[in-house]
């Protein structure tokens, strides 16, 4: 093994070819190639091997990093394949948009001298591969159980809790609002940082494998959280978070301002070859336009870099606080200035100004302020507060709003009072199973932890499903039902 691995003193970290930013800037294809075979292995070969895998640790999934490293060095890429999806439902999706930089490689022991190893490069290559190799199978349970769990919501936390019930032999149903699987994964991250055929593939899998989707149903509108009690023994609850925080400034109510999951969802759906008369309409479009986008988070960087691929005059993110301070990833940061975006730290908006009358009254410009850090606040980020006296104006004709999301209220919309609730509206679970206060009912991604990312939905998705599973097994062995033991 030795002189396979720990090669990092004497090869450079490559990352795989990056497109250029002019041809980027063109298009909504997926910016980084995957990794040629002996590319991945060479990199996979700088591991150091750590007796304590810090990348591990800091892997939300646990995943077991130095083994599928070391084996994918030695050519072992089934094994590394079959260890890499033991424990990540979709570590191809992983690979491609987990931030790496706060993650697994933000820890891996080389990074302060050699630059880290490309974990996620090559967990996408390794799951890459073994589709192509025909190595990735639907789950086959070993029988099948005469008891069915419900999934609202078909994100990454509703879809990898589906394949683990699902392995298990449960009667598996996802119900999604949406008419396409995959919640954000599809509608909310852009074609260049994953493409939708990657989403596709894996869906394709879990219907082959048994999972019954039913797209278009909508829980508190085709049915109440009763009704899919009824129906199923157990329910998970993964709807996700979608109630946008809004900003109340003066001059908020022009046209030309809106906000940043419609906008993401109509460039997504348009990439799908769906129609969006809302886009055709150019309120949902960038094209020839000065964009001034607001915040600092993955959402915001998104919009930044779609409003760059289709076509506007000029793209300015403003962040209140600095780029030390911004909760995005670092690496989509140099995306974006690539990519001609323009960073204006430090800087808040304090009204919108525009031109015209009544309802047909337009964005021309954002008047701003500039910041300074100040004392941390009670969840230890670094506060700000406005530097007074000062104040500029940025052009704009299109201002896209990216303040994060909170909860929707869903003890009014699923007709279900009885379903406990945290102050922002979040599921309140026990944190070692993700059950709720309604028995059988559990919860799991962004509606149980608030908005957060992919990698840890899938944990949750997990979670919930060997709790789920649990239960159903208590169930089971009180109607005298056959099942395998709960593990
Ligand atoms: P979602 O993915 O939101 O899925 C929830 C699903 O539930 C949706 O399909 C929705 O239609 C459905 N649903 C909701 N209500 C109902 C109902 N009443 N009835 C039926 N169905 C319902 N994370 C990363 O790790 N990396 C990134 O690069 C990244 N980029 C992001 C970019 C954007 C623009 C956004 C908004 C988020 C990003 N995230 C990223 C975060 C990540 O997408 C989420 O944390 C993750 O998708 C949460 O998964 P989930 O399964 O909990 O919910
Ligand atoms: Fe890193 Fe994400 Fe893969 Fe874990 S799942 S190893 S954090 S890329
Ligand atoms: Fe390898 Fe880095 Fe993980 Fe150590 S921390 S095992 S060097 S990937």
């Not at 490293?69 to 987990?98: D, K, S, V, Y």
């Not at 670092?330 to 808040?348: I, K, N, Q, S, Y």
């Not at 979670?463 to 239960?471: K, L, Q």
Request: with cysteine; net charge neutral; proline share 5%.
């Amino acid at each position: 093994m030795a002189e396979k691995m720990l090669r990092f003193v004497t090869l450079p970290q490559a990352m795989p070819e990056k497109r250029a930013a002019g041809q980027r800037r063109q298009d909504f294809t997926e910016i980084y190639a995957t990794y040629a075979r002996d590319k991945a292995q060479e990199q996979a070969a700088r591991c150091s091997q750590c007796g304590v895998p810090f990348c591990q640790v800091h892997c939300p999934l646990g995943n077991n990093i130095p083994d599928w490293l070391r084996m994918t060095a030695e050519g072992r890429l089934e094994e590394a394949f079959e260890l890499a999806q033991a424990t990540n439902n979709m570590p191809e999706i992983c690979g491609r948009i987990c931030p790496q930089d706060r993650l697994c490689e933000g820890h891996c022991v080389i990074e302060k001298d050699f630059e880290a190893v490309t974990i996620g490069a090559v967990e996408k290559f390794i799951t890459d591969h073994a589709f192509e190799q025909g190595w990735v199978k639907p789950v086959r349970p070993a029988r099948e159980l005469p008891l069915s769990a419900g999934i609202i919501g078909a994100g990454p936390a509703g879809l990898a809790a589906a394949e683990e019930l699902r392995r298990r032999g449960y009667q598996v149903h996802v119900y999604d609002r949406y008419d396409r699987m995959g919640g954000l994964l599809v509608y909310g991250i852009p074609s260049f940082k994953l493409d939708k055929a990657v989403v596709e593939r894996r869906i394709r899998l879990l219907a082959a494998g048994g999972v019954i989707f039913h797209p278009g149903f909508e829980v508190g509108r085709d049915a109440s959280l009763a009704d899919l009690r009824a129906r199923h023994d157990a329910i998970l609850i993964a709807t996700g978070v979608y109630r946008a925080r809004d900003i109340d400034l003066p001059g908020a109510g022009f046209g030309g301002i809106i906000a940043a999951l419609p906008y993401l969802t109509a460039a997504n759906r348009i990439g799908l070859g769906d129609r969006v008369p809302e886009h055709e309409s150019g309120l949902l479009d960038a094209r020839g336009k000065r964009v001034v986008v607001i915040g600092g988070g993955d959402t915001a960087m998104d919009c930044v870099r779609t409003a760059v691929r289709q076509g506007a005059d000029s793209v300015t993110c403003l962040y209140r606080r600095d780029r030390a301070n911004m909760p995005g990833s670092a690496r989509e940061v140099r995306h974006a200035e690539e990519e001609g975006v323009v960073f204006t730290w430090l800087t808040a908006p304090q009204a919108f100004l525009g031109r015209g009358r009544g309802r047909g009254q337009k964005i021309t410009c954002v008047e701003a302020v500039p910041m300074r850090l100040a004392a941390p606040g009670p969840g230890g980020r670094a506060g700000v507060a406005a530097i007074p006296g000062a104040s500029l104006h940025i052009e704009a004709d299109l201002v896209i709003k990216a303040l994060g999301f909170d909860a929707e209220d869903l003890p009014l919309l699923f007709g279900e009072p009885g379903l406990t609730v945290r102050a922002d509206g979040t599921i309140s679970v026990r944190p070692e199973t993700g059950a709720t206060s309604l028995e059988g009912v559990f919860a799991a991604g962004d509606i149980r932890r608030g908005a957060s990312l992919v990698v840890w939905a899938i944990r949750d998705g997990r979670e919930a499903a060997a709790a789920m599973h649990r239960y159903l097994a208590a169930r089971a062995a009180a109607q005298a039902l056959p099942l395998a033991a709960a593990s």
